[in-house]
């Protein structure tokens, strides 16, 4: 059966030999070609797709060096320059602001206002103004969020012995990029006898998510409290500053995570 | 461009024997044409490996034959053929009487099928057979003598024989 099985089965597949029609090696080539420039165009859409996605779902980096935006403070605010040349009764202004406002400029006489903050564990403690730098401007709107911001620093112009604190506004929270951190540089000085001004007290630390808050101890200034200076960023300052000066910091500006944020001139004539 | 040549001679070199081959065991010259053309068209993807092989042919051949025992691939071609609103047209065949034997093998199990034709066809050893479907061997050799038995039945000019024949 073997050789009749095979003999019909040669005549059938001989049979239909005739009947075929090859399409070709070249319609090979051509539905290969075909498929591999569908292939592409697929994995091209896909890609430009997931581009898409991609850039509509993450989260918009942000800029480096954001602005620094002041945050509005309700209640009292104390100015936070006061002349070098000013009186004894320079103590901080206190000008209510909910808004970060221009303080006067440095030599002018603060306003014998209301004190209600320069003694140490009196409530309401005054808390340090915003940066007179930027003027609020209805545009353009705030960058989702924001790497660095001004804390807020009570007793910053507290004449010593006092401890100083550094937070950061809830609104300002909020607003923080995740893994924010703040590094704050800060010295007091009081009135050495040759009128120079001695460093009396000075720390650094950082600001972050887990620690929002920091304090820091300012010690006995003998009653003449000099220049405070508080910087973003690491820096040294001068054990002394020769009479009649003061620190050349760099001033904050929008654009630099480092540099002066905050100065006060408390030197008084002791 | 070597390249093209040699696989425009392996083409038309074996295109004609695998698709006869494959006719007679789906009945059906279209879609014996279709597996064995999709089949050169892998072939010709990875020419480069596969013309390195001894018998090259033999490759094609396998892809051919799971091409057409995949349920699957129908499907798909189907709905490929309907989404380009193809119409089916009947390919002119052998004469009736030659193709007697593909009506019996028409009604064999698809494994019987295919064994039958790659034995008595396309002369591959058992074990080869064997392989390639991925079953052992001594159910190839059941696979056949139940062929043939069926077979007998249907064509009365074919006698059963014994399996250890084969």
Redesign the interface.
């Given at each position: 059966m073997s050789d009749d099985l095979r003999r019909m089965l040669a005549e059938a597949s001989r049979a239909a030999q005739p009947h075929l029609r090859p399409p070709g090696p070249d319609a090979a080539r051509n539905t290969l070609r075909r498929r591999r420039v569908m292939r592409v165009s697929g994995l091209a859409m896909v890609l430009v797709l997931a581009l898409v996605l991609a850039t509509n779902l993450l989260p918009r980096p942000t800029s480096p060096m954001p602005p620094l935006v002041p945050t509005p403070s309700i209640g009292p605010t104390v100015d936070p320059s006061a002349s070098p040349s000013g009186p004894v009764s320079a103590t901080p202004t206190v000008v209510p602001s909910l808004s970060p406002s221009a303080t006067p400029a440095p030599g002018s006489s603060p306003s014998p206002g209301a004190t209600p903050s320069g003694r140490p564990g009196s409530s309401g403690q005054p808390v340090a103004n915003p940066s007179p730098s930027p003027s609020p401007s209805p545009s353009p709107p705030p960058p989702a969020c924001v790497d660095i911001v001004e804390p807020q620093i009570t007793n910053a112009t507290t004449p010593a012995p006092a401890t100083m604190t550094f937070s950061i506004a809830p609104a300002d929270l909020e607003r923080l990029c995740d893994g924010w951190q703040i590094r704050i540089t800060w010295a007091a000085y009081y009135v050495y006898q040759d009128s120079s001004q001695m460093m009396a007290s000075a720390n650094d630390f950082v600001l972050s998510a887990a620690t929002p808050t920091r304090t820091g101890r300012l010690y006995s200034e003998y009653n003449c409290p000099a220049d405070r200076y508080f910087y973003f960023g690491a820096h040294t300052f001068p054990e002394t500053i020769p009479a009649g000066e003061h620190l050349d910091l760099p001033a904050w500006s929008p654009g630099r995570s480092t540099g002066l944020f905050r100065q006060h001139f408390l030197n008084v004539n002791c | 461009m070597t390249e093209?040549r040699e696989?425009?001679e392996f083409?038309?070199a074996s295109?004609?024997?695998l698709?006869?081959?494959l006719?007679?065991y789906t009945g059906d010259?279209a879609e014996?044409?279709d597996v064995v053309?999709e089949a050169?068209?892998r072939a010709?993807?990875r020419w480069s490996t596969v013309s390195t092989y001894d018998e090259p042919a033999a490759w094609v051949r396998r892809v051919a034959w799971n091409l057409a025992t995949s349920r699957w691939r129908r499907v798909r071609r189907g709905l490929e053929l309907a989404s380009r609103g193809h119409r089916e047209e009947l390919?002119?065949?052998?004469?009736p009487d030659?193709?007697?034997?593909?009506a019996a093998l028409s009604d064999l199990p698809t494994r019987q099928r295919q064994a039958?034709?790659l034995h008595?066809?396309e002369d591959l050893p058992i074990a080869e057979i064997a392989a390639m479907i991925g079953v052992a061997e001594g159910t190839v050799k059941s696979w056949l003598h139940r062929a043939?038995a069926t077979?007998?039945d249907r064509?009365s000019?074919?006698?059963?024989?014994e399996v250890d024949?084969?």
């Open positions: - | 093209h696989f425009a083409y038309s295109f004609q024997k698709a006869a081959a006719y007679v010259l014996a044409q053309q050169m068209i010709l993807a390919s002119p065949g052998p004469e030659r193709v007697a034997i593909v039958v034709i008595y066809l043939r077979l007998a064509l000019e074919l006698a059963p024989e024949r084969v």
